[in-house]
């Protein structure tokens, strides 16, 4: 039977034979015969090239511009940093040369002086003595003597001579002569000499080794992975280059600042490259370098990959240290979330872009290790489309999100009973507008929608921008609700996370302690990118990343304190990176935030709770509102009337360094002077009566045309 294959190879058809049958040539004579025959046969010399793909001609470091950039500008800070090695050292050389100049002129004179002494007659001379004094009648042999000993004398003279006339005449002409000209001549007369004076352990230059951590090579690579327990070991009595290899398809060659290698483990070892990925703290250590230093991932097939191939790359250095680099957005006029966020760079300086459309994502880690930072910048690029709505919740309630009041539809400060209310309330209000979303997707014809989600068209076409639900400190909402109205939300949420994406709802939380108390599982699974700061260890790192992720490669436990605003971004199954998030300080996303708000204005998207806001309006007609109003008014935003001590707390926690001395008298102080004046130093909340404030009374003293406006 004869079956042709799916895959021509060199642009024939290739045809499996069965050899138990006749071949169809011979049975049917007038059959028209294949173009080549893919037969493994010992007979058929071309049979492995008809099954094996062609080996690449160029080496590895030469096959993309990106390689050879990178070993292009490996070899000039090589250059660089030898040119400075030798030339700190010139001092040195010189002293070392001047030494061995003596030694050559040494040998020189050792070399010369049975020429200039004549010793060459001195054997002569001295066996005619020794006859002469054995046979002393012989008067012919002493006259032999006589004449051999006047040759000598006059031959050394005449040698001596000569030799003392050129050194004369060369030593006035030297002295004599331009400086330059002593020099060179002085060199010319040195160098010789140095290189007579060399012995065959004497260098005159050091051996500089460049400053690298690391030094692959593929021995090295093989005893490491060999040490981690995924080579075997070679038997008892056998020689090592018996034992079990990796195979290298490339390298190990310098990339950049460092070493790339793509291997394959050998088979009949049982490793995977599963295996590989969850031993990179061993192989670190056997490498000699900080885990941090190896990056690694499997080589799937649609890269030419297998099961078994891993792509290892191990940095000079930490590459993760050094200044941060700037946001692209911070220059940005605007943007389309449509198109991905740039994110930050990777260990070898690689652009990092996030898409968001129809994505949801979570922000994990320590304290202080930049996880506000780094989930701002998603922020900050809807900022710059003036076709998002933002619904912005920050459990701390500091200052860090405060700037979005000039563009937030809902802004939810702080963790207070009346904020938990506010939040259940912008909740029920998501779930609302997603509902009617889906129902006016559901209503529209193929022709228009015809994956029934949103789109660019749709957005505009129907008003429906994406909105942005944004939930920082989300452990602080969970552990200060009670049972029902926590389990209430955590529903509210994953709702909007699992069907909201198709509607252009954009789900960006954060938790530092991602347990499941903070934020409970059935949240966390729904999420489909997810970025981790610094945690304790590999458990908590699978609580912000996923289940073995860990295993996988991507842990970031292994960050220390000094990586901040360093974290292990997970967009896949199968898909990580650790990423340099790129830096925006919060003046940055500030000004951004009044861009956002004008963008706003021009396209008549500013509502909510930014439309109103007084503080936020007066800001952007530069109208000057007292401190101590603004941030007054922002911890009373959810309530029309507040007790004296809650609003001191959360000045506090609004801003510490200014508010943490603060007392009834200094803030009543501070306020009158503000021009609040109080209708009444007494409030009622829920039929208690205190000291407190009437947030109308704080809002009088703001300018009347922005109240006005």
């Known amino acids: 039977?004869?079956?042709?294959?799916?895959?021509?190879?060199?642009?024939?058809?290739?045809?499996?034979?069965?050899?138990?049958?006749?071949?169809?040539?011979?049975?049917?004579?007038?059959?028209?015969?294949?173009?080549?025959?893919?037969?493994?046969?010992?007979?058929?010399?071309?049979?492995?090239?008809?099954?094996?793909?062609?080996?690449?001609?160029?080496?590895?470091?030469?096959?993309?511009?990106?390689?050879?950039?990178?070993?292009?500008?490996?070899?000039?800070?090589?250059?660089?940093?030898?040119?400075?090695?030798?030339?700190?050292?010139?001092?040195?050389?010189?002293?070392?040369?001047?030494?061995?100049?003596?030694?050559?002129?040494?040998?020189?004179?050792?070399?010369?002086?049975?020429?200039?002494?004549?010793?060459?007659?001195?054997?002569?001379?001295?066996?005619?003595?020794?006859?002469?004094?054995?046979?002393?009648?012989?008067?012919?042999?002493?006259?032999r003597l006589q004449l051999a000993h006047a040759a000598r004398?006059?031959?050394?003279?005449?040698?001596?001579?000569?030799?003392?006339?050129?050194?004369?005449?060369?030593?006035?002409?030297?002295?004599?002569?331009?400086?330059?000209?002593?020099?060179?001549?002085?060199?010319?007369?040195?160098?010789?000499?140095?290189?007579?004076?060399?012995?065959?352990?004497?260098?005159?230059?050091?051996?500089?080794?460049?400053?690298?951590?690391?030094?692959?090579?593929?021995?090295?690579?093989?005893?490491?992975?060999?040490?981690?327990?995924?080579?075997?070991?070679?038997?008892?009595?056998?020689?090592?280059?018996?034992?079990?290899?990796?195979?290298?398809?490339?390298?190990?060659?310098?990339?950049?600042?460092?070493?790339?290698?793509?291997?394959?483990?050998?088979?009949?070892?049982?490793?995977?490259?599963?295996?590989?990925?969850?031993?990179?703290?061993?192989?670190?250590?056997?490498?000699?370098v900080d885990e941090i230093q190896v990056i690694m991932s499997r080589v799937r097939a649609a890269q030419g990959g297998n099961a078994g191939r891993v792509s290892m790359w191990v940095a000079d250095d930490d590459p993760y240290l050094g200044t941060p680099n700037p946001s692209p957005l911070e220059k940005a006029d605007t943007f389309s979330v449509w198109e991905p966020i740039p994110f930050g760079q990777d260990a070898r300086g690689n652009r990092i872009t996030v898409p968001i459309m129809w994505q949801s994502m979570f922000f994990g880690g320590l304290p202080r290790r930049g996880k506000t930072f780094t989930q701002r910048l998603m922020t900050a690029a809807g900022l710059l489309?003036?076709?998002?709505?933002?619904?912005?919740?920050?459990?701390?309630?500091?200052?860090?999100?405060?700037?979005?009041?000039?563009?937030?539809?809902?802004?939810?400060?702080?963790?207070?009973?009346?904020?938990?209310?506010?939040?259940?309330?912008?909740?029920?209000?998501?779930?609302?507008?997603?509902?009617?979303?889906?129902?006016?997707?559901?209503?529209?014809?193929?022709?228009?929608?015809?994956?029934?989600?949103?789109?660019p068209e749709i957005m505009r076409k129907y008003n429906l921008p994406v909105i942005f639900v944004t939930i920082d400190e989300l452990q602080e909402y969970f552990t200060a609700m009670e049972k029902d109205d926590r389990e209430e939300v955590i529903n509210n949420l994953c709702r909007v996370a699992r069907r909201g994406p198709a509607a252009g709802f954009i789900s960006n939380f954060a938790s530092q302690r991602p347990d499941a108390e903070s934020v409970p599982p059935k949240l966390r699974e729904i999420i489909t990118i997810r970025y981790s700061t610094q945690v304790v260890d590999k458990t908590s790192s699978d609580m912000v990343l996923g289940k073995g992720k860990a295993a996988q490669g991507a842990d970031a436990s292994v960050l220390s304190e000094e990586h901040k605003g360093v974290g292990v971004l997970v967009t896949g199954p199968a898909s990580y990176v650790t990423v340099r998030a790129d830096l925006m300080d919060g003046t940055v996303f500030a000004q951004l935030c009044q861009k956002g708000r004008k963008l706003r204005e021009e396209a008549g998207q500013l509502t909510g709770d930014a439309a109103g806001d007084v503080t936020a309006a007066a800001d952007a007609q530069g109208i000057t509102v007292p401190p101590i109003v603004s941030d007054v008014l922002e911890v009373m935003r959810h309530s029309p009337r507040m007790f004296t001590p809650d609003l001191l707390n959360g000045l506090v926690n609004l801003d510490e360094d200014t508010y943490g001395d603060f007392n009834a008298e200094i803030l009543a102080k501070e306020l009158e002077a503000a021009g609040v004046k109080r209708v009444s130093k007494q409030v009622k909340i829920s039929g208690s009566n205190g000291a407190g404030y009437q947030r109308r009374d704080i809002e009088a003293a703001v300018p009347a045309e922005i109240l006005l406006g």
Not at 60 to 72: D, E, G, H, K, L
Not at 110 to 118: F, H, K, N, R
Not at 203 to 223: I, K
């Open 1 to 143: 039977m004869t079956e042709t294959l799916d895959r021509p190879i060199n642009g024939h058809p290739v045809v499996a034979v069965d050899l138990l049958k006749p071949r169809r040539e011979e049975a049917e004579p007038d059959a028209q015969a294949p173009a080549v025959e893919a037969v493994d046969l010992p007979d058929n010399p071309l049979a492995d090239w008809l099954t094996v793909p062609d080996a690449p001609v160029l080496p590895a470091w030469a096959r993309s511009r990106a390689s050879i950039v990178a070993n292009a500008q490996a070899l000039a800070r090589l250059t660089w940093w030898h040119s400075r090695y030798h030339a700190v050292r010139v001092p040195k050389y010189l002293v070392k040369t001047v030494l061995l100049a003596a030694r050559g002129f040494y040998r020189a004179a050792v070399g010369i002086w049975p020429t200039l002494s004549a010793q060459d007659h001195t054997a002569a001379v001295k066996a005619l003595r020794a006859q002469a004094k054995a046979r002393p009648e012989d008067v012919e042999l002493a006259v």
């Open 153 to 288: 004398t006059r031959t050394r003279r005449w040698r001596f001579g000569t030799a003392a006339v050129g050194v004369t005449a060369a030593a006035v002409g030297v002295a004599l002569a331009d400086p330059l000209l002593q020099a060179g001549v002085a060199s010319a007369v040195t160098v010789p000499l140095a290189y007579l004076g060399r012995g065959k352990e004497t260098r005159l230059l050091d051996e500089g080794a460049p400053p690298l951590r690391v030094d692959m090579s593929a021995q090295q690579l093989n005893d490491a992975l060999r040490a981690a327990g995924l080579l075997k070991s070679g038997r008892a009595g056998d020689d090592e280059k018996d034992a079990p290899r990796v195979s290298c398809t490339m390298g190990p060659v310098r990339d950049g600042r460092g070493w790339a290698v793509i291997f394959d483990l050998p088979r009949g070892g049982g490793k995977t490259a599963s295996d590989v990925l969850a031993k990179r703290e061993v192989i670190a250590q056997e490498l000699g």
């Open 385 to 455: 489309d003036a076709w998002v709505r933002h619904y912005i919740a920050d459990g701390k309630g500091g200052a860090d999100w405060m700037p979005m009041r000039a563009v937030a539809h809902r802004l939810v400060m702080g963790a207070e009973d009346d904020a938990i209310e506010a939040l259940k309330a912008m909740l029920q209000e998501l779930l609302t507008e997603m509902e009617r979303r889906f129902a006016l997707l559901r209503e529209l014809p193929a022709s228009i929608c015809p994956e029934g989600k949103l789109t």
